[in-house]
């Protein structure tokens, strides 16, 4: 079945049952919405930060990435992230291909075109002569590195290199590293003795039970079953962790010999020291049982081989880097520590205060431009956030000391980040004293960009209005100045566009799907409101085309338990897939679409979210009647996952709705909580995500079942009549 076909069967069972209560122009609705998903069909996209590699050259004169190729006929089309496809190519990298742009005219440049033999490229990187692009690609069912020499060049060609096979993950740590004569590269290789996954009799690439759990579930050939122990000490999360585990290698540009680093060392994650002599690797040693924490060895080695070092045993996730590369940050439980070269570990977390850890979530380098801890530009200092604002943390002893924001500044802009250097655990800093803060102002829903003087706390504004920016890609500090690369949403598409950190005249170097500029779009407004416990709150609407002041409209509520809204640019995104854009295409069919904030207590803590989803859906939608804008008697609601639990417990709570569409959602947390899926089952050291979910996360039971048995009871809609 292709792609289109899936998706017009997606919506056959979705908009119909909304149809049924509001009737009126059904026809034309039809029309619309078919019209509107063809159109989605054929669009192009920017790749996702979150996964995928940006690089400005060393010279500041040219920027590579990727975008994302329109869907074609007989597409497979991943239903998630972490799906790996035929040849092991993880699905987010699907349909992508390597695109560079001049920062100072904008030009674009094609690099690779995959479309006629359906191939991807993923993960640019500059090398250091500014000239060469070295990536990863398929070639014969196989991932493999790619070469373009001279790629500023209008006859550049890209070439493979033969006989190396490699293993990519959606982890950013596995893009290629140029070593720093530009000579060789560091890569992920194919461990040995280990294939690649093909397609095969067993292999559905819609649905990947990866082979490994088959060998583990099945080993003789026989077996139907399995037996989980709830005291197990067994690791079972290796056979998750084998899916992404891989050797290191050092590929010769000019000879194409590889020469591999590390062998059955279960090598998770790796990086090169700023001064490119060092590689430093972390090799798996053990998952906590029932916890998502990961334990490391942290191992060094000269970065074009040699004898390998223990520098670390049994560390948790994240390890960031100072500058100089002289100290390691270690985040253990609830403590910070640093770690020097010979492996000496000092704490630098206040006894008394833990919530520099414990209350935000740890950086990850891997994901995101900001962090809750960062490495100071000088590497003297860790900058840490508490529920207080930010502080620097001493490797002297010195007492932390509050910067940046003051106890008596009423000003509701919070700074929300510091922008680090991508790939690392170190701030990025354009004078080598000061840092670029980002903050997020919700009386206007803006991110803004500051700079901050870290000595003499001194802050102002890069710009006076900084454009609604989507992410931070890169940042770059030449010898005239410094400049940003970054992604603008505009009507829900991202673009990408290169500017200096005034954001004076931007380049934009993508101007992706202008045929989606011919739809009529329907305006997006915020509005306040209190739930019933008197807080207030903020929702979103979505107007049809052609809204017409003070004529009531059908509205449809997309709910999911636990969001907040504070920003326009973040509501109602127009991406490809079920959930996302489905606001848009009932706003195409004439539908108001409201989005409410629904604050839930923390996860993990015992809660009660059937009673707080409706304590803050149903006046939102009393708010939006209020407002002239909705029809009291032709109101929907639909959600997705906990949004489609969210769907149950309104609909069994309240007759309000006259529709609703639950896609993927419990309403029995009790049944769910016996759930033992086999690709769940082993990736928590043993525990079930499902039940590990509904008592220590999202479900906020808070409890085992047998402890509070009418807790989870109570929280059930299946228990009730609707």
Not at 5 to 33: A, D, H, N, Q, Y
Not at 38 to 48: F, Q, V
Request: overall charge neutral.
């Amino acid at each position: 079945m292709n792609l289109r076909k899936v998706t017009i069967l997606v919506f056959s069972l979705i908009i119909p049952l909304l149809f049924f209560s509001f009737s009126e122009g059904r026809e034309k609705r039809s029309e619309t919405g078919d019209k509107f998903l063809d159109s989605l069909m054929d669009t192009e996209s920017i790749s996702d930060p979150y996964y995928e590699h940006y690089d400005i050259s060393p010279d500041g004169k040219w920027v590579a990435f990727t975008i994302a190729r329109s869907f074609q006929k007989d597409d497979i089309y991943p239903l998630g992230d972490l799906r790996k496809l035929p040849g092991g190519i993880p699905a987010t990298f699907l349909r992508q291909d390597i695109w560079i742009a001049s920062t100072k005219t904008g030009k674009l440049a094609r690099i690779t075109d995959g479309k006629p033999e359906k191939r991807s490229f993923w993960h640019p990187v500059w090398a250091p002569n500014s000239k060469d692009l070295v990536f990863y690609g398929d070639k014969n069912g196989h991932i493999v590195p790619w070469i373009c020499r001279n790629a500023q060049l209008p006859d550049a060609k890209p070439e493979f290199v033969e006989g190396v096979r490699l293993k990519s993950s959606l982890f950013r740590m596995d893009i290629p590293r140029w070593t720093r004569e530009g000579k060789k590269v560091i890569v992920p290789l194919l461990p040995i003795g280990e294939a690649n996954i093909k397609p095969g009799i067993d292999d559905n690439p819609l649905f990947l039970i990866p082979n490994i759990y088959k060998r583990f579930l099945d080993p003789e050939g026989g077996a139907t079953s399995s037996v989980l122990r709830s005291n197990d000490k067994s690791d079972t999360s290796r056979f998750l962790i084998a899916e992404n585990r891989i050797d290191l290698g050092i590929l010769d540009i000019s000879s194409g010999k590889i020469g591999r680093l590390t062998e059955n060392k279960d090598v998770m994650f790796w990086e090169l020291s700023p001064d490119g002599n060092i590689l430093a690797y972390k090799a798996y040693k053990k998952l906590i049982p029932g916890t998502f924490t990961r334990i490391f060895d942290l191992h060094i080695m000269p970065s074009e081989g040699g004898l390998s070092r223990l520098l670390l045993e049994d560390v948790e996730d994240k390890i960031l880097r100072s500058p100089a590369s002289s100290h390691l940050l270690e985040r253990q439980k609830e403590e910070l520590y640093t770690v020097d070269i010979q492996g000496t570990k000092r704490i630098i977390t206040p006894s008394e205060d833990k919530t520099f850890v414990k209350v935000f979530p740890p950086p990850d380098v891997l994901q995101a431009s900001t962090g809750s801890y960062i490495w100071s530009p000088d590497g003297k200092h860790v900058l840490a956030q508490n529920k207080e604002g930010w502080w620097t943390l001493s490797l002297d002893g010195t007492p932390p000391k509050r910067i940046f924001e003051k106890k008596e500044e009423k000003s509701k802009e919070k700074i929300s980040g510091i922008l680090r250097v991508k790939g690392t655990g170190y701030a990025y800093s354009p004078d080598g004293k000061s840092v670029i803060l980002e903050s997020f102002d919700p009386s206007t829903s803006r991110k803004n960009l500051l700079w901050a003087d870290i000595k003499n706390d001194l802050r102002q504004p890069i710009s006076g209005s900084v454009p609604n920016y989507t992410a931070i890609f890169e940042l770059f500090r030449s010898k005239n100045g410094n400049s940003i690369l970054y992604s603008q949403r505009e009507m829900e598409v991202n673009n990408l566009w290169f500017s200096g950190f005034s954001f004076a005249q931007p380049i934009r170097f993508t101007d992706l799907n202008p045929h989606l500029r011919q739809i009529p779009r329907g305006k997006k407004t915020l509005f306040s409101y209190r739930n019933l416990d008197g807080q207030e709150l903020k929702g979103a609407l979505l107007y049809p085309p052609g809204y017409e002041e003070g004529k009531r409209y059908p509205l449809v509520v997309n709910v999911y338990a636990g969001s907040m809204v504070t920003a326009l640019e973040r509501t109602f995104p127009l991406f490809f897939n079920t959930v996302s854009c489905l606001s848009q295409l009932l706003s195409q069919c004439g539908y108001v679409v409201m989005q409410p904030s629904i604050p839930l207590s923390p996860d993990g803590n015992k809660g009660s979210p059937l009673k707080e989803i409706p304590d803050s859906v149903l006046p939102a939608v009393d708010k939006v009647v209020e407002m002239g804008i909705a029809d009291p008697e032709s109101i929907g609601v639909i959600g997705q996952s906990y949004g489609g639990y969210a769907v149950h417990v309104l609909i069994t709570q309240t007759r309000r709705f006259k529709a609703a569409v639950s896609l993927a959602g419990l309403s029995d947390l009790i049944s769910n909580y016996g759930i033992f899926d086999a690709r769940s089952r082993y990736s928590y050291g043993g525990s079930s995500f499902f039940s590990s979910r509904s008592e220590g996360g999202q479900g906020r039971m808070g409890v085992p079942i047998w402890e509070d048995r009418l807790q989870w009871i109570e929280n059930s809609p299946i228990y009730y009549q609707g």
